[in-house]
């Protein structure tokens, strides 16, 4: 099974709207192309970044972390918030968190942690990395080498330093 058999591929349902991708992966709309954003009842025609394997939390340049309010938007509108090039940072972490953790429940029928983690997005100024605090992740917006560091590859990456933390009994320092 590949990880993208597993996309939210047709009917969106409910409906959310969200841009993705940067110049070098391409430009996504999620909601108009037939990838879903896995959001949970709308209320009032507003959305929110939450699932049952991730939340995402903008962290508005900062390196606070303690900001805790997951991102609520309109629906149809989407969530604005393109940086460095990156044409929505938002709505790809939340699509590759919960396309992450999705796999792994069904693919393994393991669930990858045993709460939602928060995955905070545009953490710090011209921020080059991303990481795992131990309980939560932290996305980078990049500066001079990369785009936003949202990508597939780099979701599942901290996200296995989780699951490593969780099961493995190792310290990390």
Known sequence: MRLHTLSFIGSCSPYAYGLGGNPKTGRREYGSSGLCLPVPNPVFGRCRMESDYCKVVDNQRSTDSNRQTVI?????????????????VASDAFFYGHLTGRFHQEKYNFRALSWTPRMVVHYGSCYDNAFWDGRDMYFGDGCS?????????????ELAHGITSTNSNLVYR
């Open 72 to 88: 609520s938007f309109t629906c149809n509108n989407g969530y604005s918030d393109g940086r460095n090039g990156a044409y929505g």
């Open 145 to 157: 080498t990369f785009y936003p560091l949202v990508s597939q590859d780099v979701i599942a990456h």
